[in-house]
């Protein structure tokens, strides 16, 4: 599973605090999550944190350049 953890525009990072009380939705794959994180963007908020049970942990500057067509992030998605 990976969670996408979002939040008002402005904020980056998430304190363990911050994360806790944070709004996140749940996906299966990380296509999924990511397509979750452009759709935030497009309403106005920000994807802050994408988390995967696998390890996988990408902050919001790889979220964004996710969203650019990185291929830095290839290896994510290939990780299902």
Same mark, same amino acid.
């Given at each position: !599973?990976? +969670?996408v953890?979002? $939040?008002?525009? $402005?904020? =980056? =990072? %998430?304190?363990?605090?911050? =994360?806790?009380?944070? %709004?996140?939705?749940?996906? *299966?794959? &990380?296509?999924?999550?990511?397509?979750f994180?452009?759709?935030?963007? +497009? =309403? $106005?908020?920000?994807? /802050? %944190? &994408?988390? *995967?049970?696998? *390890? /996988?942990? %990408?902050n919001?500057?790889e &979220?964004a350049?996710? !969203?650019?067509?990185?291929?830095r992030l290839?290896?994510?998605r290939?990780?299902h």
């Amino acid at each position: !599973m990976y +969670r996408v953890y979002s $939040g008002p525009p $402005g904020i =980056k =990072k %998430l304190s363990p605090e911050e =994360k806790a009380r944070c %709004l996140y939705e749940e996906f *299966g794959f &990380i296509d999924e999550a990511l397509d979750f994180a452009a759709q935030v963007t +497009r =309403k $106005g908020r920000v994807a /802050i %944190l &994408i988390e *995967g049970d696998n *390890g /996988i942990e %990408l902050n919001f500057s790889e &979220i964004a350049d996710a !969203m650019d067509g990185d291929d830095r992030l290839a290896a994510a998605r290939a990780v299902h």
